[in-house]
């Protein structure tokens, strides 16, 4: 797109998607005749949607023209304080620097944090801006924190990891889904007319330690709740494996047909009968066993013209220590039943950003280049460096995942400057107080944004981009369906498109490679680096994606697009025929149970586990400046069961202080009989003393480099109202 000269308002009605979730609802976005909110913004029929949208979406475009909206580059004074500065000097600097900073220290010395909000184009020419422009290594991005453990696991599984490797519309006639740590109903509304079907054949399971929202759509004979010990899920995943070995539930015929590894994972079952993994979770071993008998009978149904069977996580089960492991676990059940890769049913994760699919696929990661090439493979390296028109050399090797990039800032193997690009890492990353003291000490932050983020307002230089609405590009959501963002009105005067920075950037640094300021042409470079990949996207055209055809990845120029309405196009459903392995088949990987260092409790701690509320998105950087967002949800509250409470002498609405040896924090208690009485619950949207975050460890999954987010021992103190 052109730099926009003025703000401008909307002509026409304009198809576009909503900024924040994976489920990417369809909106239209109209001319309003009063001026008072540029755009009027309403629910449109899509598949994911239906048309519903949730408070979140509905309310986005309040931000567009928000008093707080960021509308000049800001540069930081020697006393603190930002005053504006021209986007020439802006530019100018940030070059400087990073040349400076590379001259002295080394390459590696100036980092980039990317973000799965990021439309394909932006992931894609980040993750080329980063190996061409700075020659770094030190890139990734904040998908570590979201979906790097489930992706870990549906590598090794499946050869290939898309979230949900069947479209999403697939589950509306389900007899049974079993949800393992996902709270659909708070995170993606519209996605709950999805479940209808398992909950009218009564089959809708829910696990998780609190009786969420989703876990309230079991009630009424709609399906049941498992409610095990946070962090535990392993245990109960192996449990319901052994029933199925152990009375001979499992699909032989399939499981020798399309997998390996079965033998070892016997062995590994051995000892994980009902009782036992009642005593380490928590769920009554009748539970486990009249689970693993119905997801079997509805399977053996669903073999025969029954409706189909879904095992789905979330990041309840995936954001631990062994997430991957676990999500491997609830795979293993999924082969057991002989579902993946049939019409009979499957398995998926739920992938949670706007683009954290796509995010995922072009580069941004550490170890990866674009179409889910390996930064390691001389082959994958050769295919990429050939559309950049560099030699192969040129590309840095891989760099580290992201809890060590920013944990190690400003420290002697960090970096020594840091680009920000859609993440609010000072509230997101794990024990976060490490990531602001490493931003201090920084030579040189750069942070992207609309808005003066917690972690921008650390910045040295803060650079105002663009907002959803009023930039071109593609998303991929939940389901690998690639989709258009449309803008549909101009940005403030001052707010520029984040490739256009990045090209400018290149082009002051003497890059190899071009960089277009243009979505459109980055996206026909992204589909000839993605090409051959395993996310191939070179046969998806821009005006099919245009006209509206559902285009799933992977779509080589072989498969033919159909712009018919209802008719999909690419791969809708993957492993129909093969899984992505070379000899076709799925893996089965056994995984064992071993003790979190950080599992074992003092007297008098509770398990604090983390998540979200419907009416924030993420580091609320966007929805707490949305006035009614802000009322319905102003601060952290701790969700704590009475008997707990009690224990502790804390009363409905008392401010609790929660601490551990990392940090402490502050929150209001809420007393709900739906949460188990060893484990309280936050949300992580909130910032200062509300951060949850400076109580969560640095500790990460070997396999995945996802941290610990959801189970941290945590003592509570509750406190007078001015303490
Ligand atoms: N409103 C809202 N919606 C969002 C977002 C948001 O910030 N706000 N973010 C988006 C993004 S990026 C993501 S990743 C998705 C996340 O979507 P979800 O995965 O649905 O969200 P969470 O609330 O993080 O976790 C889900 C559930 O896991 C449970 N849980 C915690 N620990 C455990 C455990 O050890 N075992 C089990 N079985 N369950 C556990 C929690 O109690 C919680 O109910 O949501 C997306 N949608
Ligand atoms: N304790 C705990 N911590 C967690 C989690 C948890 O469950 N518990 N969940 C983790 C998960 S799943 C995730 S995804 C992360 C999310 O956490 P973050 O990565 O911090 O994500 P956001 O809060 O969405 O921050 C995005 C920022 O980028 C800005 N922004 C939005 N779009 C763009 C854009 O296109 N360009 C630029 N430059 N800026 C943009 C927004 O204004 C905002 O300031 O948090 C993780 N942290
Ligand atoms: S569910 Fe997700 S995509 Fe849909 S309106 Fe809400 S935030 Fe937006
Ligand atoms: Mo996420």
Known sequence: MSIPTEAGHVHQATDTHCPYCALQCGITLEPTPDAGEPVKLSGRNFETNGGALCRKGYSAARLLRHAERLDTPLLRHPDGGFSPIGWDEALDMVAQRAAGIRAKHG???????????????????????????????????????????????????????????????????????????????????????????????????????????????????????????????????????????????????????????????????????????????????????????????????????????????????????????????????????????????????????????????????????????????????????????????????????????????????????????????????????????????????????????????????????????????????????VLRRRAALEAPEMARNELWILAELARRLDSPGTFSPEAREVFEELRLASAGGLADYSGIDWDDLDAGAAVYWPCSPAQPVSREPGRRSGTPRLFLERFSHPDGRAVIVPVHHAALPEAAHQPGMVSLVTGRLLEHYQTGTQTRRVAELHAAAPEALLEIHPATALAHGIAEGQRVALANGRGRMVARARLTAGIRLDTVFLPFHFAGANNANLLTPALVDPLSAMPEFKHVPVSLYPLGDES
């Open 107 to 481: 390459a590696d010395a100036v980092a980039v944090f990317g973000a799965g909000g990021l439309t394909n184009e932006k992931a894609y020419q980040l993750g080329k801006f980063a190996r061409l422009a700075l020659g770094t290594s030190r890139i990734d991005y904040n998908g570590r924190f979201c979906m790097s453990s489930a992706a870990t696991a549906g590598n090794r599984a499946f050869g290939l990891d898309r979230g949900l490797p069947f479209p999403l519309a697939d589950l509306d006639g389900a007899s049974m889904i079993l949800m393992l740590g996902s709270n659909v109903a708070d995170t993606m509304p519209p996605f709950v007319r999805h479940l209808e079907g398992a909950r009218t054949s009564g089959g809708l399971v829910v696990v998780d330690p609190r009786r969420s929202a989703t876990a309230e759509l079991c009630a009424n004979g709609a399906g049941w709740h498992l409610q095990p010990t946070p962090a535990s899920d392993l245990q109960l995943l192996l449990g319901l494996a052994h029933v199925l070995l152990g009375e001979s539930l499992v699909d032989h015929e399939y499981l020798a047909r399309r997998t390996n590894g079965l033998g070892a994972l016997r062995s590994s079952l051995a000892q994980w009968w009902p009782e036992r993994v009642e005593s380490a979770t928590g769920v009554p071993a009748g539970e486990i066993r009249r689970t693993a008998r119905a997801l079997a009978l509805a399977a053996r149904a669903a073999k025969s013209g029954g409706g189909p069977v879904y095992i789905l996580t979330g990041r309840g089960v995936e954001q631990h220590a062994n997430g991957t492991d676990t999500t491997t676990a609830a795979i293993n059940l999924a082969l057991l039943l002989g579902l993946p890769g049939t019409t009979a049913g499957g398995f998926g994760t739920i992938t949670g950003q706007g683009n954290g699919q796509g995010g995922r696929e072009h580069g941004q990661k550490c170890d990866q280049l674009p179409g889910y090439r390996k930064i390691t493979d001389p082959a994958h390296r050769e295919h990429v460096a050939k559309v950049w028109g560099v030699a192969p050399e040129t590309i840095p090797g891989p760099g580290v995942p992201a809890t060590e990039l920013l944990h190690t800032l400003g420290r002697e193997r960090g970096a020594r400057m840091l680009m920000v690009h859609g993440s609010n890492p000072a509230l997101s990353s794990p024990d976060a107080s490490r990531v602001i003291v490493g931003l201090r000490r920084l030579d040189f932050v750069v942070v992207c944004d609309f808005f003066l983020s917690e972690t921008a307002a650390e910045a040295h230089l803060v650079l105002p981009v663009l907002q959803w609405a009023e930039e071109e590009g593609t998303m991929t959501n939940l389901e690998g369906r």
